[in-house]
């Protein structure tokens, strides 16, 4: 089962088993995991309705000193089920995605790093961060995102990109992960929350001193804190900011230095809570432009459009984006654990040629994987107290 949750098939799965010397088909993996899968679907709601219930007690030997809860989606691809071999009625759905972890951070006076890390100033990675965000494979080409245009050279830089170093999680202030546990499905988000709450309740996450909530702007992601997590830190994922931002800037800006000017501006009011200030700024821009007219067909480069859904997105997020103060206690600003997160997911659930049951199968490998990917010894521990089935012969 632990080839099936690592390896990115169940063919590979198989095949891995094979080489121990024991014979076993794709297929009857499948129906192993898919067996596995159900099980832990139905720990993972039974303990949200014990938290429903108030009849769920931490599962924990200490209350951690400082959590983060932090949501994001994935896509895999779906086929209708009962509909005999091959692939009928695909679709791209959507797996929402959950990362719970415990820090190690420290508090501070002031503020550990009131200027903006290398990270956002440099044009190259900058640049790339934009188009990773965006999703390049699936983006318009004329996207700013994507467009592929020619980053601003840095001081004392030659034609090879930085390395992908200096990142906001590297620096000396911000919080470092200890533990981390998972939680992913294809359930709605009302459905979504109760299984995340569960989760949250069983490490004892509520009891907490500080306790943060990060995730991107979507809707849904901020009826799940006010739901379940209201008395979290609320804040938005600086990462996206900076999409918005450099997207705004690039459409503005009428030449490459007028455009990173416009940027590096922007991002370091940001950065230093001065939100506002760019909320005014962005106003003024869309009077000179004006407002991009109704319907989906205007393009993705439209300067009307970018400065409207950057003014949009800042407007809806302010409350949340008071990131000095979230640095002074010592919470993370990004969202990068879950991004990395359903990095790790995709891995397993999303390629061309997967196409999952929709929804028993990609519920089932969600579940396998989401156990084997938490680090708190619960895939060592499902299978030490699984018990065995009375229909099966036991080997002596």
């Not at 067996?35 to 709601?45: K, S």
Request: glycine fraction near 8%; charged fraction near 25%; charge should be neutral.
């Amino acid at each position: 089962m632990t080839a099936a949750a690592r390896l990115d098939s169940f063919a590979a799965a198989a095949f891995a088993i094979g080489l121990t010397g024991l014979s076993i088909s794709s297929r009857h993996v499948q129906q192993l995991t898919q067996e596995v899968g159900t099980d832990l679907a139905r720990q993972r709601d039974a303990q949200a309705v014990q938290r429903r219930r108030r009849q769920l007690p931490p599962r924990v030997a200490q209350t951690p000193q400082a959590v983060v809860v932090e949501i994001d989606g994935g896509r895999l691809r779906t086929r209708a089920p009962g509909e005999g071999q091959g692939v009928h009625h695909a679709e791209n759905k959507e797996d929402k995605i959950a990362c719970l972890a415990t820090l190690d951070s420290m508090t501070y006076t002031d503020d550990p790093q009131p200027e903006p890390p290398p990270t956002f100033l440099q044009p190259r990675r900058v640049q790339r961060l934009v188009q990773q965000m965006a999703g390049q494979a699936g983006a318009s080409s004329d996207d700013p995102a994507t467009a592929g245009s020619a980053a601003p050279p840095e001081e004392g830089a030659g034609s090879t990109p930085p390395p992908d170093s200096g990142r906001v999680e590297d620096e000396p202030w911000a919080p470092k992960r200890l533990t981390r546990t998972c939680v992913a499905s294809m359930a709605d988000s009302r459905s979504f929350g109760p299984m995340v709450a569960g989760e949250a309740q069983a490490r004892d996450f509520y009891a907490a001193p500080r306790r943060a909530y990060v995730a991107d702007g979507l809707a849904y992601n901020w009826s799940i804190q006010h739901g379940y997590f209201a008395d979290f830190e609320p804040i938005v994922d600086f990462l996206h900011v900076v999409c918005y931002l450099y997207k705004a800037a690039y459409g503005l800006g009428s030449d490459e230095a007028s455009r990173w000017s416009q940027y590096a501006g922007w991002v370091r009011q940001c950065w230093q809570g001065r939100v506002a200030e760019v909320v005014a700024d962005l106003r003024w821009h869309q009077e000179q432009v004006g407002c991009p007219p109704p319907g989906p067909e205007v393009s993705a480069s439209d300067v009307r459009r970018l400065v409207a859904e950057s003014l949009s997105y800042l407007e809806n997020n302010t409350p949340r984006m008071d990131y000095p103060r979230y640095r002074r206690l010592g919470l993370p600003t990004t969202s990068s654990l879950v991004e990395s997160l359903v990095g790790e997911f995709n891995a397993r659930v999303k390629s061309k040629q997967k196409y999952w049951n929709r929804p028993e199968g990609a519920e089932a490998m969600l579940q396998v994987r989401a156990a084997y990917l938490s680090e708190d010894g619960r895939w060592q521990r499902y299978f030490a107290q699984r018990p065995g089935n009375p229909y099966r012969r036991k080997v002596a």
